[in-house]
Structures are given as C-alpha cells and as structure tokens.
C-alpha cells in the first residue's frame, strides 16, 4: 500500500475522531491494544503479545502509542509514525502500564477497548485504582460502521481478489480428491490472488454441506456432490473479503436443484432490497419469508449477514431483532443458507455496501449453481 493509500485508508484526523466520541460518551481516555481497533485508530497492525502495546488516547492531552522497544522499528514504519503519533517504547525493566497511568492521572472512567486480555485489564486496574473500566466498543464500533469512501475501496479490492479465487475452482474440485486437499489449493490460491493471509477455508461436500461451519475434512468429492466453498482473508490494505458459492461435481439431485432456486431468489431478493433506512431485521425478513414459504423456513439457521471490513465480522448484523437502519457506508455480507442435515445443503454469500440510493454488490462471479464436469 502506497503511502498516500495509507494516509487515506488511516487518517490522522481519526484520533480527534475517537476523542471527542469518547467524550460524548462520558469517558477521560481510550486504551486500544492490538486489534483492528488499534488499526483502525492509528494504522499500526501490532501483535497481540504478552508485551504491552497500547494506544494511549486521552481527552484532555496528547495521545501516545506505548511499544515494547524491540518492536518501535515496527510501529515507526506503520501508517501510525507517519502520522507524526507519538510513539512512546518502554524497555524489559520498565513497567509499562505505570508508564501509560502517568499520562492519565486525572482520568475518571477509561475505556478499554472490547478485545484486551483480561490480564492486561488487570495491571490496568492496578495502576489506576482509582478509575472506572468501561468497554469502549460502543464508542469505536459507531466510528467503524460507515465506510470511507478509501475503505470502501478497499472492500471492493478484497472482493475482487477472492472473486478471483471462486473463478479457478474448477481448477481443484473433482470427485476423489478430498475437501481437505481441495482445501489447501484454495489457501494457496488466496494468498496468490493479492490477500496477506487466508482467515478462513470452508470445503463443504455433500452432507458436510449441512453444517454451516464445518471447515474441511479427510471425506472424498463423490460424483454428484454439491460443494459448500467459503472463503476469506485479509488484504495488505488489512481489509477483509468473504464470500461463499456453492458448486456441483457433476449433476446434483433434483431435490437440490429445487431448494437451491429458493436459496437463490431469497438472496437476489435480499440484495435488491438493500437501501437506507431499511432495517437490519426487516432485510433478514425479505429472504426468510421467501424460504419459510418454499417450506425451509426451520432449515434456515443463522442470521443473514455480519458486518465486515478490518474483521470478517463485525457491525452491523442483519438479524432478526436488530431495529438498526442502514446507512450509506455500511457494509455487510448478504448469506442467507438452507441446510438439510444429512443430506446436503447451500449458503450464497456477497458483501454489499449500502450507497445513497440502493446497494453495491462487491462479489461478482455468478451466483447460480456452477456445475463442474
């Protein structure tokens, strides 16, 4: 990523961001340790180490990124020391936490960030007795919600890149290789197709189909199989892809056939349906009232969609129970799933952005079943 994509992807200006979002919220500070958080804030992907490293961001004050010093190399070259952040490095003898309670004497209530250790809460704890702990997810995921116009961008990238994996499957499914094998050809190609690492491979045939999380396994591709293929990483940019198509090795069964064009009308519909202003639960609706009356409504398992961008999940939700209205900039995968254990099953996945008017759909290999002779 080039530097000026750096400076667009992790401005500065985010950490006023963070601290005056803080302050509405009734917090004196934010400590941010390894996580997208942290990257989101200051650029820098550290780590999660025993080592502390912590962004230290104070309402009232100057904010400082606190490293090991044998990593300070590391966060200097980050998006985070060109920033002009600050970067603070304690040594072995050093307490460091002591170090990050000197910049907050007069903090009140902190906000840790959602993902600490607890045991670095803990020394937290001990060097600021004094203050309230408080979860800063609240104040950090809003900022995350709605994507910048380079985030977005970023988004469609990793889209594209893992669009270019789905079109090589022909390359690796075939019947009596085993998902796992098929499997490690598809990570391989991930990291060839522009990702920095493969978060997850889902090679699901047959029954296997009917989990929805089932990963891989020693079972072989039999002929008529259908293929759950899920797939995911993460761009150097640090943003994710994951997108989820279902191939045939050979021709299915005519029952599959006939729940997979439910499964595909319910998603079309679903993606067609993205705009602002509608909620989170009433899009979950438009595709499970159409598999409910297909008669897969029990068959239909999990929510329709997460959030995603520095995460493979994370807000918003699209689920039943969730009044959130979508908003332009918030992207969120569209997967709605039918699922007949035993038997087989089908999941359809896009990412999609919520524009001014309407929806982007960031996955473009075609969503009809693929059928590989």
Request: aromatic letters at 6%; one cysteine or more; proline letters at 6%.
């Amino acid at each position: 990523m080039s530097d000026g994509g750096s400076a667009a992807l992790y401005p500065a200006q985010r950490l006023d961001i963070a601290r005056e979002a803080a302050a509405r919220a009734g917090l004196d500070a934010l400590l941010v340790c390894p996580g997208a958080d942290l990257r989101y804030l200051t650029g820098y992907d550290a780590m999660p180490l025993e080592r502390l490293t912590c962004l230290v961001l104070p309402v009232n004050g100057e904010p400082c990124l606190l490293v090991p010093a044998l990593e300070r190399p590391l966060a200097a070259a980050s998006p985070a020391g060109a920033s002009g952040l600050e970067i603070v490095a304690w040594n072995e003898t050093d307490d460091p936490y002591a170090v990050a309670a000197a910049r907050l004497s007069e903090a009140k209530r902190v906000g840790l960030d959602n993902h600490m250790w607890v045991e670095k809460a803990a020394e937290f704890r001990r060097v600021l007795p004094e203050a309230e702990q408080d979860l800063a997810g609240g104040v950090l995921s809003a900022l995350r919600l709605r994507k910048t116009p380079a985030e977005a961008e970023a988004l469609r990238r990793a889209g594209a890149a893992i669009d270019r994996v789905h079109a090589r499957m022909g390359e690796w499914l075939r019947p009596g290789r085993t998902e796992r094998e098929v499997g490690r050809d598809i990570a391989d190609a991930i990291l060839a197709e522009g990702h920095a690492r493969v978060d997850f491979v889902i090679v699901a045939a047959g029954p296997n189909g009917a989990s929805p999380h089932h990963e891989v396994s020693d079972r072989r591709i039999e002929p008529g199989d259908a293929v759950v293929v899920d797939i995911g990483g993460t761009t150097h940019d640090g943003y994710c892809s994951d997108s989820t198509r279902v191939y045939a090795v050979g021709e299915p069964p005519k029952e599959f056939l006939e729940m997979y064009d439910v499964l595909l009308a319910a998603q079309r519909a679903q993606v067609e349906a993205v705009r602002p202003g509608i909620t989170a639960e009433q899009l979950d609706a438009v595709g499970r009232d159409m598999i409910a009356a297909a008669g897969f409504g029990d068959r239909f398992i999990h929510r329709t969609g997460h959030g995603i961008g520095l995460e493979t999940h994370e807000e918003p939700y699209i689920v039943a129970g969730s009044a959130r209205p979508l908003e332009p900039g918030m992207a969120f995968s569209i997967e709605p799933g039918i699922y007949l254990p035993g038997r087989f099953g089908a999941r359809i996945e896009d990412i999609v952005i919520c524009t001014e008017d309407g929806g982007e759909r960031l996955n473009r290999t075609e969503r009809e079943l693929v059928v590989l002779s």
